[in-house]
């Protein structure tokens, strides 16, 4: 890498560590299916492809154009609230009504657990539909790569690309090595509730931004 390009590859890195660390939607969706073993790197790969496309969405030119259109805006958050509602009424009805855990099989995948198809599905729609993930990748990485003017506004991305990537799999890699060890079901139902409140809570919030 270039010594003078070198500054902004770690600063996007930095920033981009820093926006995904916080426990939103998309990361509780990771850590629940990463401590039931369920189509972890699947989830993995499906987040880190939304981040980098929506990161290079956001430094090509995103934010040049003034980011997201308050309409589009305004559907994107209805579509996340709505989404989140949904994620937590099912959270909340395992909590209510608990059921045994999908236990590992020799091979290190649940018996009789979520298809690989519902699994795409709920990774596509915690990353696209995810107001959180367009306004921290896609708006606020583009605007902070206008501090650099080309070829860095590029390295700016990849930077941030690469801190996504990092975030995900090390995320992924603690939460299967979790996996193995909680097994009571006492630990599946706290997360269920846990899980439940936070994307209510999440779903209230952006609905009041709209008001």
């Given at each position: 890498?270039n ?15 820093s926006l995904?660390m ?9 850590m ?17 492809v ?5 990161i290079?969405?956001?430094v090509?030119?995103?934010a ?6 308050a ?6 958050t209805g579509?996340?609230?709505v989404?989140?509602?949904l ?6 009805q ?7 855990p999908?236990?590992?099989?020799a091979?290190g ?25 367009w306004l921290?990748?896609a ?24 801190g ?18 909680l097994t ?7 997360l ?6 936070m994307?209510w ?6 609905l009041?931004g709209?008001?």
């Amino acid at each position: 890498m270039n010594i003078l390009t070198a500054p902004a590859f770690f600063a996007g890195l930095a920033l981009s560590l820093s926006l995904i660390m916080a426990i939103g939607p998309q990361n509780a969706h990771v850590m629940r299916m990463g401590l039931r073993r369920e189509h972890l790197w699947l989830t993995v790969a499906i987040c880190v492809v939304t981040d980098v496309s929506l990161i290079a969405l956001g430094v090509g030119g995103l934010a040049q154009l003034g980011g997201l259109s308050a309409k589009l805006m305004g559907a994107l958050t209805g579509a996340g609230a709505v989404l989140l509602f949904l994620y937590g009424a099912q959270a909340m009805q395992r909590f209510v009504r608990p059921a045994a855990p999908a236990m590992p099989d020799a091979a290190g995948e649940p018996e009789n657990g979520m298809s690989r198809r519902r699994a795409v599905g709920l990774a596509l729609a915690m990353s696209w539909l995810n107001p959180h993930a367009w306004l921290d990748t896609a708006v606020l990485m583009g605007t902070a790569s206008l501090a650099y003017a080309r070829p860095d506004n590029a390295v700016f991305g990849l930077g941030a690309a690469a801190g996504s990537l990092l975030w995900f799999v090390a995320l992924g890699v603690a939460m299967w090595s979790l996996g193995r060890r909680l097994t009571a079901p006492w630990i599946w139902r706290a997360l269920d509730g846990l899980v439940a409140l936070m994307m209510w809570g999440t779903a209230l919030w952006l609905l009041a931004g709209l008001v």
